[in-house]
């Protein structure tokens, strides 16, 4: 198993349409997560991390699962620019600290 | 955020060649530094980590004969490939921690695309 997995899609969402993705997580024993988006042919960018619960910033909610070892990224009122991959970053722990984990990426495509 | 810049953007080498990528942290002191490797539609691999001062540490497979990591001020760390061939085609991206920014958040590169002809 993966450490870290998510569902590639793509995801083809109307404009102004919501979308969630979920990200999942082998090592329990992680604390922190991190959304980032990746633009074709372009590094990652953070867009969210999510220490407790879960966070919200604007039309972008990510939550936590730590029963389930899962997290989430929900999107409302898509826009066109919101296409992009999402990919979930776990940070190592122990002797794997600092190290992030990806995850494959989740592709949102954003339609018109 | 922090800012972290890489050279070139892009290169096209022939095989059997060296090429050498820098990675740099403008506006923050970086101790910590890592090189991903990115093929296309898969996700980010972590090739090693590079410690200023000191040797780096490189992921299970990862030859670092081939790849060779020097981290030799706080703010520069360069990744050169050497003998390069067209399985190394990839995109290079290095990321790096900012001590005062968080824990484990990590701001990346703008990432370097190789061609290996």
């Known amino acids: 198993r993966k450490e870290v997995e998510q569902d590639p899609g793509p995801f083809n969402v109307p404009e102004g349409a919501t979308v969630a993705f979920n990200c999942t997580y082998s090592?329990?024993?992680?604390?922190?997560f991190f959304w980032y988006r990746q633009d074709c042919r372009k590094e990652p960018k953070l867009l969210m991390s999510?220490?407790?619960s879960g966070n919200e910033d604007g039309r972008f909610t990510a939550q936590l699962n730590r029963a389930s070892q899962y997290i989430s990224l929900l999107i409302r009122d898509s826009k066109l620019s919101d296409s992009a991959t999402y990919l979930c970053?776990?940070?190592?722990?122990?002797?794997?600290?600092?190290?992030?984990?990806f995850g494959a990426g989740t592709q949102v495509v954003v339609t018109p | 955020g922090a800012v972290v810049s890489q050279h070139p953007s892009w290169v096209i080498c022939k095989s059997g060649t060296s090429v050498k990528i820098e990675c740099r942290s403008l506006?923050?002191?970086?101790?910590?530094m890592f090189w991903y490797r990115q093929f296309p539609k898969q996700s980010l691999m972590l090739m090693a980590t590079?410690?200023?001062?000191?040797?780096?540490?490189?992921e299970q497979g990862v030859e670092k004969d081939k790849f060779l990591i020097n981290h030799a001020s706080l703010t520069l760390s360069t990744l050169t490939v050497t003998s390069a061939h067209p399985e190394d085609s990839s995109f290079y991206i290095c990321?790096?921690?900012?001590?005062?920014?968080?824990?484990?958040?990590?701001?990346f590169g703008p990432g370097t695309r190789l061609t290996v002809l």
């Open positions: 090592n329990s024993a992680s604390q922190s």
């Open positions: 970053a776990v940070p190592g722990t122990y002797d794997s600290w600092g190290k992030f984990q």
């Open positions: 990321s790096a921690r900012d001590p005062l920014a968080g824990v484990s958040e990590q701001f």
């Open positions: 999510v220490y407790s």
């Open positions: 506006d923050f002191q970086a101790t910590t």
């Open positions: 590079s410690n200023e001062g000191s040797k780096a540490t490189y």
